[in-house]
């Protein structure tokens, strides 16, 4: 399989409950996001695992917890969330993260009930 | 207050009616701009990077130019399968080079 996997595809989960969200990549790049899409808002990035910075959007509430194992893994552990979150959930790659477009994932469209 | 600015919101043409998206940036000192494509459903997919002013690049129907102030995405001559949100990305001067995304213009070509 080629480019970047995410699983599932589709999550409907209570307030009280834990998931997680998991994204694969298969092009050898050194660079991983977690974004968050709402309905006509931009992209909005939540973290970034790269050898050249490691970012976190500090207004991601602590809810949302990313693990980078390796450089083709990333996750998304989601705890105790709000409506509010319902969203998709794309994560990305890039080989580098200076001037590279990134290869996105089809994305998770997460329900919070 | 958004450093991408992109218009119009929502596009319908017809098949064979050329027009232009417009992604405007705040930032100077641009680093790059990137254009992609986001068909419902689905990631976005990577078209172009632009990296200085008078700078254009071309794929099938499309045609992205880049100025001081801003870029436009040409299409001409459309067919329905470019119907999809295209989505403008500009990286900023600074310490960090992760891009920041405009809003989208969702493109709809009717037959």
């Known amino acids: 399989e080629t480019g970047v996997t995410q699983t599932p595809r589709h999550l409907v989960m209570g307030m009280t409950n834990k998931k997680s969200l998991k994204c694969e990549q298969h092009l050898g790049h050194n660079a991983m996001y977690w974004y968050k899409q709402s309905a006509k808002k931009p992209l909005e990035l939540m973290f970034v695992y790269s050898l050249e910075e490691r970012v976190e959007n500090n207004s991601v509430p602590s809810r949302f917890s990313p693990e980078c194992p390796n450089s083709s893994h990333l996750f998304l552990h989601l705890h105790t969330l709000q409506p509010e979150d319902s969203a998709l959930y794309l994560c990305a790659s890039s080989q580098g993260n200076r001037n590279y477009g990134y290869t996105f994932g089809s994305g998770t469209r997460l329900t919070v009930v | 207050e958004d450093q991408v600015t992109q218009s119009p919101e929502a596009l319908r043409l017809q098949e064979g009616e050329s027009s232009s998206l417009n992604c405007s940036y705040t930032?100077?000192?641009?680093?790059?701009l990137f254009w992609y494509r986001q068909d419902p459903g689905k990631g976005p997919e990577f078209l172009f990077t632009?990296?200085?002013a008078g700078e254009e690049k071309e794929k099938e129907r499309l045609k992205a130019t880049l100025t001081k102030k801003e870029s436009f995405l040409h299409i001409t001559a459309p067919k329905p399968e470019d119907s999809a949100t295209y989505l403008c990305?500009?990286?900023?001067?600074?310490?960090?080079?992760?891009?920041?995304f405009g809003r989208g213009t969702s493109l709809i070509v009717h037959p």
């Open positions: 990305a500009v990286q900023a001067p600074g310490g960090s080079y992760i891009p920041t």
């Open positions: 930032v100077s000192g641009l680093r790059g």
């Open positions: 632009l990296y200085s």
